[in-house]
Every structure is written in structure tokens, then in C-alpha cells.
């Protein structure tokens, strides 16, 4: 059996049209293939008349990263985390920052493999507390993501979903059955850039976080890329920073990160820090508890502060912890004001080191 042909999976989000066709129904896309043809994601097509997975098992390479990076600063902080993604994607972002992993449509990018088993092993043997389903969007290799995150949970790792939250609702209900925690990209607040800048809408993602909030125990952390001319107008910030007060709660984390020119965006000029200052003063002002800058080096930006009395929690140079003011359940050490997330013992002390490893061999 070949490598291509052992990573062919079925699925069931899908139903059979009149016409012939069958639908995908895993994302607000709703892909309508006939035999032999892939969907926008690029790893789901039609095979014997149903919708598979194409790229089940297979890596575009695997790498322990410091969790900061994914990014998440409330979830076991200073930890490594094993970040692994796929090919494809459900969007078309033109300012994708990944876009050689999720506008790949070669499957050789895939040179890598493990078994979800593999994986979980590896990840307990290199000491890292969690796994992340990160580079390109989890949502389009839910089978494998699952099967993942049930062997980890076997072994006492956690796993994290590094999204975009575009999602059907009943695939996402059972895909954040076995999540620990999500960084959410909120590309921006209307649905014209949605539509314009990555061929999808908003309504779905703002569901995505609805859902997460609300009806589970996701840890969960925003994060918009902020593009100069494109979603950094003083109006949308306080609009986008007010809904995330109103109906997720002043405790979501939210980070505002630096665009850099990249994919189909390259006439645009980078994000200056000064944009993301001011998104975050904006986030601040309007009640979100935890804001912070990046991309861009700024020690204030990237720091954690206690909400009630000002007292530094986590103070972050880039990906290192050079202060810590919690206890080891979360809470302030002056004041003793528990600080939203998810904390279990003192911090880790894995830093910004980067460590590719091969799995599969």
C-alpha cells in the first residue's frame, strides 16, 4: 500500500445532491465535488462517491515550540509545546504569514508521518505538556486531529488548536470535545474583509467563540493580525474589543499581532508597533483585562498585569519569562486576585528555543 493511498481516510460531514455531486459539510464553504475533485481545503475530495481525507497521518514536519508562540499566554506558561500542521486550507487569506504550508497543493510538502500514537509517544518523551494543531487550520484534517488528541489525552498531554474558527456547527461540537485550548484568529470585524482579503465571512467565527465561551471549558485566546489600511481603524478596534467584552467577557486574552508582507499583500507596508500599542490601549480601555502586542519587541506589550492591583504576573521578553508574580494556582502574589487561564504548578523554563524532529523516521 502506498503512503498517498494509506493516508485516504472516509469521512461524515457530507451528504449526496440531487445533481450527482456531494457536499461537504465540515465548513461554511460547503464544497459541492463530483467524483475525482477537491475541495477549497485541498486535502478533503471525492472518492467513490463520498468525501475523504487525503493527507490523514502526514506532516508538513513537526517541531517543539514554546506554547507563547502559538500564541497563548495564559495556558501552562513557558512550556513546549509539539507543534505539527498538514497542507491546505479552508480560507484564502492574501496575507496569509504560513502560506507555503496552507496554499500548498503538493503533496510532497507532506514529507513527514507518525501515527496519532507516534506522535502522543513523541510528544511524552521530548517532556512537552501539550500538542498543537498549528501552520494550517486543524478544522480541514478533523479525523486525524482527533485521533491525535485522544492518544495524547491517553498519555496525559494536552492539545491545542491553533484556528481560524471556520467551522460547521456539529463538526465543531465534536472536535472541541477533545481540545484543551484554541488561539482563535479573528482576522478583523467586518464581513466585507472577510469576503475581500480571505474568501470567507465573519458571522461563523463570531458562532465559533460564542460556542467556546459558553457551551465548553476550551482555554481559549484571540488573535488579529492588524494590517495597516485594512482593520487597524480606531472605529473598528473599539467596535471588535466591545463585542469581545459583551459576549465572551473581559477575560479572554486578545493579541494584536505585527503584519509583515507576505503571499498576495506584498505592496502593503508592515504594521507599525505604534498601530499595535494603540489597539491594545483601545482593548484596555474598553474593559479586555489581558491585551498584548506581536511580532514586534516590547516588554510592556507582551506582559502580564493584574487586573485588580496593577502587580506584574508575567513579564515576557519575546518568548522568555523574565518575572513571574503568580502562585501556582494562577494567582496574584500581592494581591492574591486569581488571573484567568489555565496554570498548574510554576512556569517552564523552555524559553524561545525552536527544535524540529522527524517523527515518522
Given at each position: ?6 493516508s ?6 457530507w ?9 461537504c ?21 471525492c ?9 490523514y ?6 517541531c517543539?515550540?514554546p ?11 513557558g ?35 507518525a ?11 521530548l517532556?512537552c505538556?501539550?500538542v ?19 492518544a ?13 474558527g ?42 465559533t467563540?460564542?460556542?467556546?465561551k ?7 485566546e484571540?488573535?488579529?493580525l ?5 482593520n ?12 469581545v467584552?459583551?459576549h ?20 502593503v ?37 493584574c ?7 508575567v ?23 486569581p ?5 498548574d ?11 524540529p524532529?522527524?517523527i515518522?523516521?
Amino acid at each position: 500500500m502506498s503512503d498517498l493511498t494509506a493516508s485516504v481516510v472516509p469521512t461524515k460531514y457530507w451528504h449526496k445532491l440531487e445533481d450527482g455531486r456531494v457536499q461537504c459539510d465540515l465548513c461554511p464553504r460547503f464544497c459541492r465535488l463530483r467524483e475525482g475533485q477537491r475541495g477549497m481545503c485541498f486535502v478533503r475530495m471525492c472518492q467513490d462517491e463520498q468525501v475523504v481525507l487525503t493527507t490523514y497521518g502526514r506532516s508538513s514536519g513537526f517541531c517543539v515550540d514554546p506554547i507563547e508562540k502559538k500564541p497563548l499566554n495564559h495556558f501552562l506558561p513557558g512550556t513546549p509545546i509539539l507543534s505539527f500542521g498538514t497542507a491546505g486550507c479552508n480560507l484564502a487569506c492574501k496575507f496569509c504569514q504560513n502560506w507555503d504550508i496552507s496554499k500548498s497543493r503538493e503533496m510532497d510538502r507532506l514529507a513527514d508521518t507518525a501515527s496519532p500514537e507516534k506522535l502522543a509517544e513523541a510528544a511524552a518523551r521530548l517532556g512537552c505538556r501539550s500538542v498543537a494543531f498549528t501552520y494550517n487550520d486543524p478544522v480541514i484534517f478533523h479525523e486525524y486531529a482527533i485521533d491525535v488528541a485522544q492518544a495524547c489525552h491517553e498519555r496525559g498531554v494536552r492539545t491545542v488548536a491553533v484556528t481560524a474558527g471556520y467551522v460547521c456547527e456539529e463538526p465543531r461540537r465534536e472536535f472541541y470535545q477533545h481540545m484543551d485550548a484554541a488561539n482563535v484568529d479573528l482576522k478583523a470585524f467586518t464581513d466585507d474583509f472577510y469576503w475581500k482579503l480571505a474568501k470567507g465571512h465573519l458571522e461563523p467565527v463570531l458562532d465559533t467563540l460564542v460556542y467556546l465561551k459558553h457551551e465548553t471549558e476550551v482555554w481559549f485566546e484571540l488573535t488579529t493580525l492588524l494590517i495597516p489600511g485594512n482593520n487597524d481603524s480606531d472605529d473598528e478596534l473599539d467596535e471588535l474589543t466591545c463585542w469581545v467584552v459583551e459576549h465572551l467577557g473581559p477575560d479572554v486574552p486578545m493579541h494584536f499581532t505585527a503584519f509583515h508582507p507576505d503571499w498576495k499583500m506584498t505592496d502593503v507596508r508592515p504594521t507599525p508597533p505604534a498601530t499595535l500599542s494603540r489597539a491594545r490601549e483601545v482593548a484596555l480601555r474598553n474593559g479586555v483585562r489581558y491585551a498584548y502586542t506581536g511580532n514586534v519587541h516590547d516588554l510592556e506589550g507582551g506582559s502580564t498585569i493584574c487586573h485588580k492591583c496593577g502587580h506584574t504576573l508575567v513579564a515576557r521578553d519575546w518568548y522568555i519569562l523574565e518575572a513571574w508574580g503568580l502562585t501556582d494556582d494562577g494567582r496574584c502574589t500581592k494581591c492574591g486576585e486569581p488571573c484567568a487561564g489555565v496554570f498548574d504548578g510554576p512556569p517552564g523554563d523552555w524559553g524561545a528555543r525552536r527544535l524540529p524532529v522527524r517523527i515518522g523516521r
